[in-house]
């Protein structure tokens, strides 16, 4: 069945500094989500990526969709504290169900 | 607009027993989507329902069941507890099913099996 990679795992970043997670699916994808979990609480819808090669900016953070449709990215820029939390992909590759990554979770040290 | 809301926000249950949850979505919402969250495991879709049918199922056995009620509000229940069914289970609305609109999380229902 689909499956969806995430990398890395877990990053500790002081504040101030960049930060990247990765998303790869083993099927080309229809579209991507990325949602945002802060600790104790649920996910929360962050950005939706369809076309191939997509960039969307959101203040800090920059999503990409790659060129094959098969993997995607979360770039934030000079983080803070406030950007804690587990940062989850989300695919569909045709008319599946969305597959979820398994998340980055990122510490933000100030 | 009132965000998705699940009753209870914690349970404990004993092995051999079984539970219900419920969620209900956002007004307006017909689709409802049930996961699992565990550390190990993350995320891992359990069922959608839309319009009171089950339209896609995950790959959990027959203990865990839900259904979808004409106001679009969803129960799961699982039977038969098990020590590893101990979780964070999470719904999720959206507006509709069949292509991947945002979904909306509920707080979730933290179950822990003893």
């Known amino acids: 069945g689909q499956q969806v990679m995430q990398i890395p795992q877990y990053q500790h970043v002081q504040e101030g500094e960049d930060f990247t997670t990765y998303c790869n699916s083993s099927t080309t994808l229809s579209n991507i989500q990325w949602y945002k979990q802060r600790p104790g609480g649920h996910p929360v819808f962050l950005i939706q990526?369809?076309?191939?090669?997509e960039v969307k900016k959101q203040k800090r953070l920059t999503f990409q969709f790659g060129e094959a449709k098969k993997n995607s990215s979360l770039h934030i820029t000079a983080t803070q504290t406030t950007d804690v939390g587990t940062y989850f992909c989300a695919g569909t590759a045709g008319y599946s169900t969305l597959t979820f990554g398994k998340g980055t979770m990122l510490l933000v040290s100030p | 607009k009132a965000g998705v809301t699940q009753t209870p926000r914690y349970l404990i249950k004993t092995r051999g027993q079984q539970v219900t949850l419920s969620c209900s979505p956002i007004?307006?919402?017909?689709?409802v989507s049930w996961y699992q969250q565990t550390p190990g495991q993350g995320l891992q879709f359990l069922f959608e329902y839309f319009s009171e049918t089950q339209r896609n199922k995950g790959n959990f056995p027959g203990r865990f069941s839900g259904r979808q009620f004409s106001n679009s509000r969803s129960e799961m229940n699982v039977s038969t507890l098990e020590l590893g069914d101990s979780a964070l289970y999470l719904c999720a609305s959206s507006l509709f099913s069949g292509q991947p609109y945002e979904q909306y999380f509920g707080p979730g229902t933290r179950l822990t099996v003893t």
């Open positions: 007004s307006g919402h017909r689709s």
């Open positions: 990526l369809v076309k191939s090669g």
